[in-house]
Structure formats: C-alpha cells, structure tokens
C-alpha cells in the first residue's frame, strides 16, 4: 500500500520560514494537497494541486512537489500558523492516502 | 455556503452497527465526489470511504472493506456510511468531506460525529 511519511514535528520562530516535508514514491507525478488542523477543529485545505492556494488562503502558504518529495512552506510564520498539517494524495491502489501529520509549532 | 452536517454516532458495542448521515447544503450535491475520512483520539486523519457523485464509482480503505458501505440520495442531499462488525479501532470522530476538482480534493469538511466502540 502506498504511504506518505511527515516529521511528527517542526519548530519555527515568529517571522520565519516554516517548510513541512512528505516522502513518498514517485510523489512528484501525483497531485498533493495540504491541510491545517487547529485544536478542537475541522481540516482546513490550504494547497491543493502541489502548489495552488485555495481563495481565502494567505500568499505566505506556498507549496511544491517533485521526486518523492512534496513540500509546504509557510514564509513569515504567523502564531495563528501554529496547527497540525497533513499532506494527501492519490494512489491508483490505496486511493486516498494521507501523511502521520505534522505539528507546527511556532515559538 | 456550503455546509456538511453529519449525525448518527455514539456508543456501540463491538460488533454492533451504525449509519452516519452527512446533510449537505449550499452546493449542487450531486454534481460533487463525497468522502469520508476519520480520526481516532489523538491521532492523524485516515480516508475510509468515497463515493462519485452519480454512486457509479466507490472507493474503501482496507480497513473498512467489507463492513462499511457508502451511499447517498441525491434528492435529500445526504451522504450515507453504514458500519457493520464494528471494532473498538473504529472509535473516532468521522468527517464527512466534499471533493472538488477532483474525488480526493476535500474543499470543505464538516464538524464530525463521534463514534465510540466499547463494551
């Protein structure tokens, strides 16, 4: 079964550079997504096709995709930034894979 | 604006059965993808279910295959799991999710139902 590996954790200071990793096979040729989750509260889509922004979205989430590797990359981290992230894809056995998830935390 | 309501959970005692409802509005229902996707205590999102807006394509996780099924009614605006054999590793808070743009693109989520398995 296909599987997408995160870091349980990622620790960044205010006003800098967040970048969340997520391994799998041959992701670059599969679409990826992102997701926020807050404490207490529903995903939230942030990117969505490796590098597109949902409307309502900030600019400072950006994200990439090649080789077996997909990236967000959060640019002035914001203390409201401070949520759990998962990234997602498609596997043409497994169908709706997501990553452990990864807990940023912003201090 | 779109919103996804789910109901149905509780208490079940393992091997019991329970159907989930997800009622939809703001949205042509029928035109969108629908999923599923849990989250156990303390833990990461797992997809269980997808089902095309026309029912002609369904999706399952291993996990569920063959004690799940996934339907809906496209003139109640309502997405459907039923649980059969449930097991105490099914105990979670269950989303139901829009897809867009593609199945497995989840735009919108709802608040979640949760589902406690325990004798």
């Known amino acids: 079964s296909y599987e997408l590996t995160q870091p349980p954790s990622v620790s960044v200071s205010p006003g800098q550079t967040a970048s969340i990793t997520c391994s799998g096979d041959?992701?670059?040729?599969?679409?990826s997504c992102w997701y926020q989750q807050k404490p207490g509260q529903s995903p939230v889509l942030v990117i969505y096709q490796d590098t597109k922004r949902p409307s309502g979205i900030p600019e400072r989430f950006s994200g990439s995709n090649s080789g077996n590797t997909a990236t967000l990359t959060i640019s002035g981290t914001q203390a409201m930034d401070e949520a759990d992230y998962y990234c997602?894809?498609?596997?043409?056995?497994?169908?709706?894979?997501f990553g452990g998830g990864t807990k940023l935390t912003v201090l | 604006e779109v919103q996804l309501v789910e109901s149905g959970g509780g208490l079940v005692q393992p091997g019991g059965s329970l159907r989930l409802s997800c009622a939809a509005s703001?949205?042509?229902?029928?035109?969108?993808?629908m999923s599923w996707v849990r989250q156990a205590p303390g833990k990461g999102l797992e997809w269980v279910s997808a089902l095309s807006g026309s029912s002609a394509g369904t999706y399952f996780a291993d996990s569920v295959k063959g004690r799940f099924t996934i339907s809906r009614d496209n003139s109640k605006n309502t997405l459907y799991l039923q649980m059969n054999s449930l097991r105490a590793e099914d105990t979670a808070v269950y989303y139901c999710a829009k897809g867009w743009l593609t199945l497995h693109t989840f735009d919108h989520w709802g608040q979640g139902t949760l589902v406690t398995v325990s004798s």
């Open positions: 997602q894809a498609w596997d043409s056995s497994t169908y709706v894979v």
């Open positions: 703001g949205f042509t229902f029928s035109n969108y993808a």
């Open positions: 041959k992701l670059g040729v599969k679409y």
